[in-house]
Nanobody, 119 residues
Framework: QVQLVESGGGLVQAGGSLRLSCAAS????????MGWFRQAPGKERDIVAR????????FYGASVKGRFTISRDNAKNMVYLQMNSLKPETTAVYYC????????????WGQGTQVTVTS
């Protein structure tokens, strides 16, 4: 079984930065890709960024491109999301997710961490 635990959320003023971390644990953790998603109140969950575990490919949602950076540390089973130039509309619960090779979609999810950006 795989467990994902996010950390690093909090309250920050617009223009500030936060770094989210996702710690993965499991007997054999070797996903195809890791992603960060977010869900704001009253809105559907959407993808923020994704990275393949090999690091060969990344994807960013249009609203965060150029401001957010996803990275991973395979040796530590960690995934990070560096968020810069934060805006109030960034406020949401951020989730870390893993997609294994056999899965059609992301099949492991963390519990989420709250990010609140004030104007």
């Amino acid at each position: 079984q795989v467990q994902l635990v996010e950390s690093g959320g909090g309250l920050v003023q617009a223009g500030g930065s936060l770094r989210l971390s996702c710690a993965a644990s499991g007997r054999t953790f070797s996903p195809y890709a890791m992603g960060w998603f977010r869900q704001a109140p009253g809105k559907e969950r959407d993808i923020v960024a994704r990275i393949t575990w090999s690091g060969s490919s990344t994807f960013y949602g249009a609203s965060v491109k150029g401001r957010f950076t996803i990275s991973r540390d395979n040796a530590k089973n960690m995934v990070y999301l560096q968020m810069n130039s934060l805006k109030p509309e960034t406020t949401a619960v951020y989730y870390c997710a893993a997609k294994t090779y056999a899965a059609v979609d992301y099949d492991y999810w963390g519990q989420g961490t709250q990010v609140t950006v004030t104007s």
